[in-house]
């Protein structure tokens, strides 16, 4: 177990693991990352007022985003120009209608493409795309000529598996594999759905027609010893399962970041109280 503060609100954080927590939610991180501005209020003035740059250029300069840069705008004062683009014929090459068909259609170049040449956004060439009644390639089009990479023996990953693959992990997928085709498992399953009657424990929902079921982990597969677990165990339909592993789950439900002390048979959700508080 780590231990260590929140950088933005202080709090107290314990989590498994080698690395000293440093934030206690992702809310938190973004606070803090909203003040750790790569730019200075004059330098964002100069860009931004005196030599007339949007917020796409100065946010490529500065590799935020540009709602980051209109924030930063408006937070040191510094007054907004409105949304304008310029229209004018000939100003800008996309402004003609025959050059932009030909580099769009005839050139199949993309809409992105074609706005780094022209130092714009994406969204001002298919505005004047849209604006010249030039159709627009549909998805599987776009596909078809995107570049995806090298196959086969020129790709330099091809025939890279196993500890060979960055992406490997120490073989621990045959091992989740052979476990969840055990019969420990498989008594484990049948003992949850009786507990939990067959209903999702954090919506309610029954299951049966469309809907899916799943059996979540409240301490992590990894821990061996609670994998088979009844009392780590619990069943949620799909929707809540995915809203348990997602970045919404602001309060940890279901989840716990250390051995859990179980009272009796029965199951809890964690709450935001503790992450290792079970009530």
Sequence with gaps: MKTGKCKWCGKFIRRRGRRTPVFCSVPCKAEWQKTQKPITRDELFRLYVVNGMGTYQIARIVGRDPKRVYEWLKGFGIPVRKREWDTTPGSKPYHDHEW???????????????AIDCDVTENNILFFLSKFDIPRRAMDEIRALKYWGASGPDNPMYGQTGKDNPNWKGGISPDRQAFYESREWNRACQNVWKRDKAACQRCGVQAGGLVEMHIHHIVSFAVKELRADPN???????????????TRNMENE????????WCGSGIAAPNKTDAGDVQ
């Design 100 to 114: 932009l068909r030909i580099e769009y259609i005839e050139k199949q170049r993309a809409a992105a493409e074609i």
């Design 232 to 246: 780590n165990l619990v069943l949620l339909c799909r929707d809540c399962h995915h809203f348990v592993h997602s």
């Design 254 to 261: 279901f989840l716990r970041m250390e051995d859990p002390v």
